[in-house]
């Protein structure tokens, strides 16, 4: 299983961005799919969740209002829509798959993409 993220960048505060990441592999419908970030000097943190069928999401208290996810199974992608971002967004955003329950713990994931950075800055 690959999993690669795009769409990262520098964004000014308030901005906007949209991450993807897109997986190879017949799995992706079956499995409940993650966004984690990691901020230099800190542990990897939840974002959101969002189950097989897209029907349930789960957000971190700190960015829930401001981000949205979502999946095109079609696709086989998920989707991290950034709004209102502020400075301490700014991270390595890694997508995750193969959970279930809606898990918000790394140890529920079973696969990694390589992350893409974001940097919230004036």
């Known amino acids: 299983v690959q999993l690669v993220e795009s769409g990262g960048g520098l964004v000014q505060p308030g901005g906007s961005l949209r991450l993807s990441c897109a997986a190879s592999?017949?799995?992706?419908?079956?499995?409940?799919m993650g966004w984690f970030r990691q901020a230099p000097g800190k542990e990897r943190e939840f974002v959101a969740t969002?189950?097989?069928?897209?029907?349930?999401?789960n957000y971190a208290g700190s960015v829930k209002g401001r981000f949205t996810i979502s999946r095109d199974n079609a696709k086989n992608t998920v989707y991290l829509q950034m709004n209102s971002l502020k400075p301490e967004d700014t991270a390595v955003y890694y997508c995750a798959a193969g959970g279930v329950g809606l898990g918000t713990a790394v140890a529920h994931y079973d696969y990694w993409g390589q992350g893409t950075q974001v940097t919230v800055s004036s």
């Open positions: 592999g017949s799995r992706f419908s079956s499995w409940d």
């Open positions: 969002i189950s097989w069928g897209g029907s349930s999401t």
